[in-house]
């Protein structure tokens, strides 16, 4: 029996949206930050960004991590509770830092 292994490249670090779906995506972010980002905290290959758990933050951070992963396969996207506080981490490989450090400014 003979097997085949193909390597597969990790996704390119590219975000598949277009120009004016990515300014609306920052313009997005921008908006969620300016409500209830509290903090943000440098983490191994990326960010935490820490929010503030009130009105529709969760929906909207939520509905974030669902269009990011689909758009930029190359990030690692985790939202978790912490208390009255809102724990998102994004995280990806070098190449993806600036991507990254435009998300909710």
């Known amino acids: 029996m003979t097997h085949t292994t193909i390597d597969i490249p990790d996704p390119p670090i590219a975000c598949s949206l277009t120009a004016a779906d990515y300014r609306r995506r920052v313009a997005e972010t921008g908006a969620v930050a300016r409500k209830a980002l509290r903090e943000r905290q440098p983490i191994d290959s990326g960010e ?26 190359f990030l690692t996207i985790t939202l978790e509770t912490d208390g009255g506080r809102l724990l998102l981490d994004i995280t990806g490989p070098d190449l993806a830092t600036p991507i990254i450090e435009e998300l909710f400014t």
């Open 48 to 73: 935490r960004f820490v929010f503030e758990e009130t009105g529709d933050i969760r929906g909207r951070l939520e509905a974030f991590v669902a269009a990011e992963s689909t758009c930029c396969p």
